[in-house]
């Protein structure tokens, strides 16, 4: 525990708004945070995704300790410094790219050993190394490493990877120590088991973290476990810090999930999506690969603040992402982490006038109505 | 000849620094014109290419009448509004990428029959269909259709091609007729033949043209070869209008072109370069892919006005390059265009103050020096 105040001041049902407080500046909650894998968050400038309303991003561990390498980056002043973004970012643990991305890995109880999916290099994690380079890093949020099971997996290998979890938080926790101005989180894990949720939820609770997470979700479960476990998993955690829900989502999920009481996300969908011509606006979701884009002349949103949605014609953004230009993959990344941006602060508007309820379904309704 | 002032302000030997005023905006020469080949400067939005000081960019008719097809930019308002760019274009012809990348292509006295290469389809040009698709364009500034010969050519292939470029020339200026502050240019070809250069130039300045071009160099002949081309050309070309080197080059061959007279550039080098990898600042020209920039914490260049050089580390570009990242190739793509435009703007100081072959020997020199 590290003495980050989080400062609830609205709730509205389970929904809360707020603000974590920490020396490089504060988060808004509920908080998007674009994902900035290997120090940049794909295709956008910083000052562009500071502008866009983000108050954090996260970096991936696994990624960073490969290339450059923690080591590097703290040479270089930190993280902050290296990727031009001097407001807070958060940083998994790595265990979860480990398990997706690389290949050859062995589990054992004190860590994990994989070969890097870039050079097949041997590397090792263990809760200990995670916090460590997460350190050098500078991580204004550091993440405990953990193991995330994929869904559907026999409740045993469930537990047995919750187990492990808690276990691994607690090493974290005693590696972490006490820093000054920099908050350590626990992740939650339990898979689809609302008893293995609601134990590793107490075991973080009694070891006391700055805040705590939900991982193991969003990896292909239906949304309804989805939001069943977050239901199971929430009353668990301590009001007074925050909760974080790992790699979710849609828009549709964040607000589902904001009314269930999470307060952080994180995801790559906006970048990956406007990398692949896809945009999120209040209308919804568009493929600006189709062809009834071609001729149309409107922008994409014309009252939105980001210049990508208003500026630009459909027509010319079409024509970008047929002709695979970089410019096209720079613009609807930039409507994507707008458009969350802009639907957080929507949130966060409503939770404070105890409307949440009234804005998560308008919003809805507009995306599934869209233009017509 | 539609009446668009060149105003020379300073000669210095055979370099002038002056202004062509366009309606949409003047082009201080020497200029430089990003190539913005499918209505984007490669990994840039517009604003900044302007903000690196490029008053023109140039548009593809190639790639243009392919993706998106030149009546649709024209219904769509033209090609300032669809690639939200308000200043001056320039479009070549389409002559020369029918040669270099299309399949199947079938030159006859009328014009040439190829294969997209895109997706098979057949298209024509002729240079009034040429003249025609620049001005649904909106083209600031019209190229006459021509034939450039791959060096090196016979001399019988390379006259041959002259002649119909020269035929060309004539009919794309009937189809061209009187358009109010839009420019055509004629383009001098004749290979690496000073006789077939003379030649051709005087048919062109015969028939009188708004502005003329040099092509056919660059095509895979010694930097001494184009050199003596355009020695043997200049001269021959009216001075009282502005005369453009076409896909030039080198930051050495704009100063050395810019000593011998050109006065407007245009090349895809600063931004193919930059997704690559490499960059050009005054120290000269560095590969960010190599191994030496990783723990390199100073920027490009501290003095230059450009963000991309002066606010990142060499560490973290070498990082993004290497990491295949698309923020590398925007960065180092803003760092060379800026370049190239601080390179034409000491030029056009260094020609009005007198001083033009110092100033070409003093930024060799410190090239040549690097940083050590």
Request: net charge neutral; charged share 25%.
């Amino acid at each position: 525990m590290s003495g980050i105040p989080f400062n609830i001041a609205a709730t509205d049902g389970a929904a809360r708004t707020g603000e974590i407080v920490f020396p490089r500046g504060e988060i808004r909650t509920p908080a998007f945070m674009p994902v900035g894998t290997a120090a940049t968050v794909k295709a956008l400038y910083a000052d562009q995704v500071r502008a866009t309303g983000a108050d954090i991003v996260l970096g991936n561990v696994y990624h960073l300790m490969l290339r450059p390498g923690a080591e590097r980056v703290a040479a270089l002043g930190g993280l902050h410094k290296f990727m031009g973004w001097q407001r807070p970012i958060l940083t998994d643990s790595g265990g979860f790219q480990v398990m997706s991305l690389s290949a050859l890995r062995k589990l054992d109880r004190d860590g994990v050993t994989f070969r890097s999916h870039v050079d097949g290099s041997t590397h090792r994690l263990t809760p200990e190394r995670s916090v460590e380079i997460q350190r050098l890093l500078g991580s204004d949020v550091t993440m405990q490493l953990d193991e995330c099971v994929r869904l559907p997996a026999p409740k045993a290998e469930v537990e047995r990877a919750m187990l492990l979890s808690a276990d691994w938080a607690e090493r974290s926790k005693v590696a972490f120590g006490d820093q000054e101005g920099r908050a350590l989180f626990g992740i939650v894990q339990g898979g689809d088991s609302a008893d293995l949720r609601k134990e590793s939820a107490r075991r973080l609770v009694d070891l006391g973290f700055d805040g705590y997470a939900v991982g193991g979700l969003a990896v292909g479960e239906p949304q309804e476990t989805m939001l069943a476990m977050i239901e199971e998993t929430i009353p668990e955690l301590t009001s007074a810090r925050p909760r974080y829900l790992m790699g979710v989502g849609t828009p549709d999920d964040l607000l589902k999930c904001v009314a269930r009481g999470v307060d952080m996300f994180d995801c790559v969908m906006p970048t990956r999506a406007g990398r692949h011509g896809q945009v999120f606006t209040r209308f919804g979701k568009m493929n600006l690969k189709n062809a009834r884009h071609a001729d149309d002349p409107r922008p994409l949103d014309e009252e939105s603040d980001c210049p990508a949605a208003r500026d630009y014609s459909r027509a010319y953004l079409h024509h970008l992402v047929k002709t695979g230009e970089i410019l096209g993959m720079m613009l609807l990344s930039w409507v994507n982490v707008a458009y969350y941006q802009s639907l957080m602060a929507g949130a966060r508007r409503a939770i404070a006038a105890g409307a949440f309820s009234d804005y998560a379904a308008a919003t809805t309704a507009a995306w599934e109505k869209g233009e017509k």
